[in-house]
């Protein structure tokens, strides 16, 4: 029989760490981030899980999946974890859902079920705030996975408080300008509860990354300059330019690292110096 207090402590004791992608505020190039952040991570070896817990499923849509809305997906794997909502089980499996990649990335899509997660589980006694966190202690996928990446929602709902429980570290993509900097202060702001809940460790701040950064505007340094200051401690990554390769690559369902022209030599330079950036902190 499954032990729940085993797989506990064998996660603790497991090399993977879990890293999400968050902001409120949608529109920012999250998923964006989350895509091309796993293939670096891919890029130098690492065997990647992504977890898609946005219902837009954005994410999954960038892994070019046939059959998208006939596939079963994270929300019955999360249904399915929960005792107490054993009416609502499906024989749905975690290799029924799991699409494994070829190029050392595996992905847990997401559907439109994700959206009624919150209704679903309204009614249970066991700790809402930490299902994905059992459901992924149970299948102990920090001992299969090197990284584990969650693209999240753009809301303050249950399925965001679920990942900031789950993961050992959050990145803060993010446009600079007020509107994406108050979305950063609200899902910082549900971290800090998360924390004086005392029910899980507080996920670190692996930094924030400006993106979309305009640098045909004069005004985009100072705001730029502006923001880090209210942003207080945490890593301020290198700001991302509004480059035609992102278009393109994502155009094609790729990462940057797909490409071997020298057009995407700075933006791979960029990742792969975050991925260095984010093990340091993880790690210290």
Do not use: W
């Amino acid at each position: 029989m499954f032990s729940f207090f085993k797989a506990k402590e064998e996660s603790v004791q497991s090399r993977g760490r879990v890293i999400a992608l968050m902001n409120q505020k949608g529109g920012v190039g999250k998923t964006t981030m989350a895509f091309n952040l796993a293939h670096a991570f891919s890029h130098q070896g690492k065997k990647v899980l992504c977890i898609d817990m946005d219902p837009q499923s954005n994410f999954s849509s960038l892994f070019d999946l046939p059959n998208m809305d006939d596939r079963k997906n994270i929300h019955h794997l999360l249904i399915n974890s929960v005792k107490e909502l054993k009416a609502l089980h499906t024989s749905t499996f975690l290799n029924d859902v799991i699409i494994k990649g070829n190029d050392g990335i595996d992905l847990i899509p997401s559907g439109q079920e994700l959206s009624g997660f919150e209704l679903t589980v309204a009614g249970i006694q066991a700790p809402r705030q930490l299902i994905l966190k059992k459901f992924i202690e149970k299948f102990e996928l920090r001992s299969q996975y090197d990284v584990i990446i969650i693209d999240g929602p753009p809301t303050l709902g249950l399925l965001v408080v679920n990942i900031l429980c789950a993961t050992d570290g959050v990145l803060y993509p993010f446009v600079p300008d007020r509107f994406s900097e108050q979305g950063l202060k609200n899902i910082q702001q549900v971290v800090s509860d998360i924390a004086e809940m005392e029910i899980t460790s507080t996920p670190k701040n692996l930094g924030y990354i400006p993106n979309l950064f305009d640098t045909r505007r004069k005004q985009a340094t100072t705001d730029l300059e502006q923001i880090k200051v209210t942003l207080g401690e945490g890593t301020v990554h290198e700001a991302f330019t509004n480059k035609v390769q992102f278009g393109k690559s994502l155009a094609q369902r790729k990462s940057v690292f797909h490409f071997k022209s020298n057009e995407y030599k700075d933006l791979q330079r960029q990742f792969v110096t975050m991925t260095e950036t984010v093990n340091k902190e993880l790690h210290a």
